[in-house]
Antibody, heavy 121, light 108 residues
Framework: QITLKESGPTLVKPTQTLTLTCTFS??????????VGWIRQPPGKALEWLSL???????RYRPSLKSRLTITKDTSKNQVVLTVTNMDPVDTATYYC?????????????WGQGILVTVSS | EIVLTQSPGTLSLSPGERATLSCRAS???????LAWYQQKPGQAPRLLIY???SRATGIPDRFRGSGSGTDFTLTISRLEPEDFAVYYC?????????FGGGTKVEIK
């Protein structure tokens, strides 16, 4: 059974760096075809893809946010970490991590419950 | 960037009725790499359809995806009470993954 869970601060101040951890079980991020992505959703708005890391350590970022995002993996801990620098109130959103569907392209078949991050002074 | 436009924004229907949701892409989606998700309030999205027309594991057959190129459709043949939710399409044919703005299916 595949599960994912996001953890991190729920309140950050403007200009601070956000560090979110996705802890997962039921799969290995060293297995061919596996990937974990981050997607966010501002309150009442649509989903927005941020980043994706693959089993071979290939990484993808949303171009408009690339300078602020870093994604890493720790296969021994079954974790993926996303950092977002220079946080702004417009970054207030629920942040989800999700399992990439293996052998079928970059859609997401298992999602974490999400973590609401508020950016406010 | 491929922009996905979903219509209508809101669909008001009764249980048992048929729902037809549209997702239009600003340019062709390669290999029909188009997915549909369902999201209920306070919950994470759930994958319904991938590859434009393949149902994900455990998805009932009243959900059907169709289309190719720039025009895609999600059809729910007979709405059940648990189907009232927001639906998003997502394209994954390019390295920049994009989602549509969503269609809310509400009870009439």
């Amino acid at each position: 059974q595949i599960t994912l869970k996001e953890s991190g601060p729920t309140l950050v101040k403007p200009t601070q760096t956000l560090t979110l951890t996705c802890t997962f079980s039921g799969f290995s991020l060293s297995a061919s075809g596996v990937g974990v992505g981050w997607i966010r959703q501002p309150p009442g708005k649509a989903l927005e893809w941020l980043s994706l890391i693959y089993w071979d350590d290939d990484k993808r970022y949303r171009p408009s946010l690339k300078s602020r995002l870093t994604i890493t993996k720790d296969t021994s801990k079954n974790q993926v970490v996303l950092t977002v620098t220079n946080m702004d109130p417009v970054d207030t959103a629920t942040y989800y991590c999700a399992h990439r569907r293996v052998y079928g392209g970059d859609c997401f078949d298992y999602w974490g419950q999400g973590i609401l991050v508020t950016v406010s002074s | 960037e491929i922009v996905l436009t979903q219509s209508p924004g809101t669909l008001s229907l009764s249980p048992g009725e048929r729902a037809t949701l549209s997702c239009r892409a600003s340019q062709g989606v390669s290999s029909s790499y188009l997915a549909w998700y369902q999201q209920k309030p306070g919950q994470a999205p759930r994958l319904l359809i991938y590859g434009a027309s393949s149902r994900a594991t455990g998805i009932p057959d009243r959900f059907r995806g169709s289309g190719s190129g720039t025009d895609f459709t999600l059809t729910i043949s007979r709405l059940e009470p648990e189907d009232f939710a927001v639906y998003y399409c997502q394209q994954y044919g390019t390295s920049l993954l994009t989602f549509g703005g969503g269609t809310k299916v509400e009870i009439k």
